[in-house]
């Protein structure tokens, strides 16, 4: 069973930075793509950023420059640096990860929600202004 544990949310002033950390488990972590998903209040689910197996990384267009995500398959581990972090960043921020149907290649990056079949509990991240 894949289970995935986030961490790291909390509450930062506008313009500050958190890292987010997801670790994973139950399966061979390197053989899969990971990726950052994000809920506010009201809102639905939007991806933030994922990345292929061989570390290519895609962000949606308003955490460019700003969120870097990265992996570390020694700790299987995903990671989302958010730098520059503005109010409207606010939202549960979810790990996800493809399950073992998924038909991409080595270079492949699920960019939409059904395309990801675990997903974590969440870790909130609050900016204040």
């Known amino acids: 069973q894949v289970q995935l544990v986030e961490s790291g949310g909390g509450l930062v002033q506008a313009g500050g930075s958190l890292r987010l950390s997801c670790a994973a488990s139950?399966?061979?972590?390197?053989?899969?793509?990971m990726g950052w998903f994000r809920q506010g209040p009201g809102k639905e689910r939007e991806f933030v950023a994922a990345i292929s197996r061989d570390g290519r990384t895609k962000y949606v267009d308003s955490v460019k420059g700003r969120f870097t995500i990265s992996r570390d398959n020694a700790k299987n581990t995903v990671y989302l640096q958010m730098n520059s972090l503005k109010p409207e960043d606010a939202a549960v921020y979810y790990c996800a990860a493809p399950g073992s149907s998924y038909s991409g290649n080595y270079y492949s990056i699920p960019l939409e929600k059904y395309e990801y079949d675990y997903w974590g509990q969440g870790t909130q991240v609050t900016v204040s202004s």
């Open positions: 139950g399966r061979t972590f390197s053989s899969y793509p």
